[in-house]
T-cell receptor, first 111, second 114 residues
Framework: GQQLNQSPQSMFIQEGEDVSMNCTSS?????WLWYKQDPGEGPVLLIA?????ELTSNGRLTAQFGITRKDSFLNISASIPSDVGIYFC???????????FGQGTRLTINP | DVKVTQSSRYLVKRTGEKVFLECVQD?????MFWYRQDPGLGLRLIYF???????EKGDIPEGYSVSREKKERFSLILESASTNQTSMYLC?????????????FGDGTRLSIL
């Protein structure tokens, strides 16, 4: 079945640093979604991407739908303590009926 | 604001018990989902439903069943709980235009099977 490789698995950064994470697949996806999960809560949808090459921002977050349609990237600029959590990518393949999730990137910020 | 409410945050049950996890959403969404979340594995879809009384198997339906008798409520049932079903369970919903894209999640039920 389709699989997503999300990296890095964890990140330890200083407050104010920029963050980059990505998801890759051997399959083509038509939709990419990025979620954030705060400790003790359910995931929240951050950004949805529907077109190859699309670049979408949500505040300090920017996500891109890769041109090859096999990858997606999430960047966070000038990180702050509330950015702590687990970030998940998810993709929907051609003709697929189920969203495939990456393993998650756990972000820790040192103040 | 859409609210997805899961009936329990923490639940402890014994092997062999029949376990019910309840989920209610208040936005009249057609689509509802049950996922389980395990460290290093991300979220895996157990079942989803796109309408009352309709259900579709996800990636890991074995050992689970679901019930959708009313639009706002989607129940996950562990027919005979086993220790390998100890996990975090997440319910989600989405509107008709996002049938395969869960948009609103509950806060999860952490289930332990002893």
């Amino acid at each position: 079945g389709q699989q997503l490789n999300q990296s890095p698995q964890s990140m330890f950064i200083q407050e104010g640093e920029d963050v980059s994470m990505n998801c890759t697949s051997s399959s083509i996806f038509n939709t990419w979604l990025w979620y954030k999960q705060d400790p003790g809560e359910g995931p929240v949808l951050l950004i949805a991407l529907y077109k190859a090459g699309e670049l979408t921002s949500n505040g300090r977050l920017t996500a891109q739908f890769g041109i090859t349609r096999k990858d997606s990237f999430l960047n966070i600029s000038a990180s702050i303590p509330s950015d702590v959590g687990i970030y998940f990518c998810a993709g929907l393949g051609q003709g697929a009926q189920k969203l495939v999730f990456g393993q998650g990137t756990r972000l820790t910020i040192n103040p | 604001d859409v609210k997805v409410t899961q009936s329990s945050r923490y639940l402890v049950k014994r092997t062999g018990e029949k376990v019910f996890l309840e989920c209610v959403q208040d936005m009249d969404h057609e689509n509802m989902f049950w996922y389980r979340q395990d460290p290093g594995l991300g979220l895996r879809l157990i079942y989803f439903s796109y309408d009352v009384k309709m259900k579709e198997k996800g990636d890991i339906p074995e050992g689970y069943s679901v019930s959708r008798e009313k639009k706002e409520r989607f129940s996950l049932i562990l027919e005979s709980a086993s220790t390998n079903q100890t996990s975090m369970y997440l319910c989600a919903s989405s509107p008709p235009g996002a049938i395969y894209q869960p948009q609103h999640f509950g806060d999860g039920t952490r289930l332990s099977i002893l």
